[in-house]
């Protein structure tokens, strides 16, 4: 709860500000009470004026929604719905987690007030990478049948790849990298080794069942970074697809707005600015 309340992950405008070890998106856990102290935030302080009556309303609820607490009332950039309130535009407003990604579904019955399933989906994008030379034989080691056995010519491991930038809403980084390594390990028979080759020539073709050979986890504090190493055969756009379709790197949620999203807009603050125009200057 105490948490929800600091993470940046879990909130645009977190309330409390922690000091000490409370863990990260990669989903590593907060340090003992011991270790760790809180204080009001400057959004904390903004929610305290007003609940105090100093300040019109602030409308952090509209903002943060009620995701980070297991609600269904989906957030939004700060800057847009603030923009949205200052104008009583709602026009283009669309949910956007505190962790980025891209939000889909039915998205206008959102905004009319029902209660609809919305498709989370991480940011990716690929990169092509220069052929690597060919590596050419090693010296014969053994003969089979009179046939010579030995690893030829490919292309050294890994080319194109795959990077996670942003991960959908709930879900650990480190949930996903192990998700990931788990899948480019052989099943079912199947061997994540090199092609081999009988006389120079094609004879047997290994693979994987995914397309990732590899994954690395290269996030720190200035973001998520997440490397998937692809086969040197694999299609970078096949890739992606699996990828969302095949891990939590995409998932979905339950949204409800507690109104129409224009109704919400147009009512939120009964008239008194000022707890917007104070937010507005903190965000800005």
């Known amino acids: ?25 990669a989903g590593d856990p907060p340090a003992g009470w011991d270790y760790t102290e809180i204080s009001l935030s400057p959004y904390g302080e903004l929610a305290i004026a007003a609940e ?18 297991g609600g269904l009332q989906p957030p939004y950039l700060p800057q847009a719905m603030l923009g949205a309130l200052r104008d ?8 956007a987690p505190p962790t980025g990604g ?36 090693p010296a014969p080691s053994s003969t089979e049948g009179g046939w010579h056995l030995s690893t030829g010519p490919h292309p050294d491991p ?6 996670i930038t942003e991960t959908p809403y709930g879900v650990a980084i480190n949930d996903l990298v192990n998700e990931l390594a788990g899948r ?17 020539e094609p004879h047997l073709a290994l693979r994987p069942a995914a397309p990732v050979i590899d994954v690395r ?20 756009e096949e890739a992606h697809a699996w990828l969302l379709a095949a891990t939590s790197a995409r998932r979905t949620l339950d949204a409800l707005l507690p109104a129409p999203l224009a109704t919400l807009i147009a009512s939120w ?4 600015s000022t707890g917007l125009k104070a937010l507005t200057a903190l965000v800005t």
């Open 102 to 137: 891209r939000v889909s579904g039915d998205l206008n019955g959102l905004a009319a007030g029902r209660l609809v399933q919305v498709t989370l989906s991480s940011t990716v994008h690929t990169e092509r990478m220069q052929q690597k030379p060919m590596r050419p034989p």
């Open 1 to 25: 709860m105490v948490q929800d309340l600091i993470a940046p992950w879990r909130r645009h405008l977190p309330l409390l500000t922690g000091h000490g070890n409370w863990g990260s998106q």
């Open 184 to 200: 480019t390990q052989p099943h079912d028979g199947e061997s994540s080794m090199p092609r081999r080759y009988l006389s120079g």
């Open 52 to 69: 105090n009556g100093l300040l019109g309303p602030v409308p952090l609820g509209l903002v943060d929604g009620s995701w980070y607490r």
């Open 269 to 272: 603050d009964a008239g008194d």
């Open 88 to 95: 009583r535009d709602p026009v283009n407003l669309a949910p």
């Open 158 to 163: 890994g080319g194109d790849r795959v990077i």
């Open 217 to 236: 986890d290269e996030s720190d504090r200035s973001g998520v970074r997440v490397l998937a190493l692809l086969r040197p055969d694999a299609d970078p």
